[in-house]
Nanobody, 115 residues
Framework: QVQLVESGGGLVQPGGSLRLSCVAS????????MGWYRQAPGKGRELVASTTVGGATNYAESVKGRFTISRDNAKNTVFLQMNSLKPEDTAVYYCNRSPTPIGVWGQGALVTVSS
């Protein structure tokens, strides 16, 4: 049974930082690319960062230079370090396979950027 468990969200002021974590189980984590997706209020879900099996990374233009994705294959965990946060980064963040998500989503991590 596939499970994706995100954590690390919260309320942060503009310019602040947060680090999200996602632990995956029930999938061959070390054999697949993983990504972080986000869904802002009233908008669709978008892929913001991804990492391949070998550790190569890719970012949406809106987060490039501010977010860093990384993975620990030994712990089936993917991370998202978010710096210089902006109000428009407010969203629920999810991890999943990239670029084609599997049909199971975790509960997500709510990130609110507000003063």
């Amino acid at each position: 049974q596939v499970q994706l468990v995100e954590s690390g969200g919260g309320l942060v002021q503009p310019g602040g930082s947060l680090r999200l974590s996602c632990v995956a189980s029930g999938i061959s984590f070390r054999l697949i690319s993983m990504g972080w997706y986000r869904q802002a209020p009233g908008k669709g879900r978008e892929l913001v960062a991804s990492t391949t099996v070998g550790g190569a990374t890719n970012y949406a233009e809106s987060v490039k230079g501010r977010f860093t994705i990384s993975r620990d294959n030994a712990k089936n965990t993917v991370f998202l370090q978010m710096n210089s946060l902006k109000p428009e980064d407010t969203a629920v963040y999810y991890c999943n396979r990239s670029p084609t998500p599997i049909g199971v989503w975790g509960q997500g991590a709510l990130v609110t950027v507000s003063s």
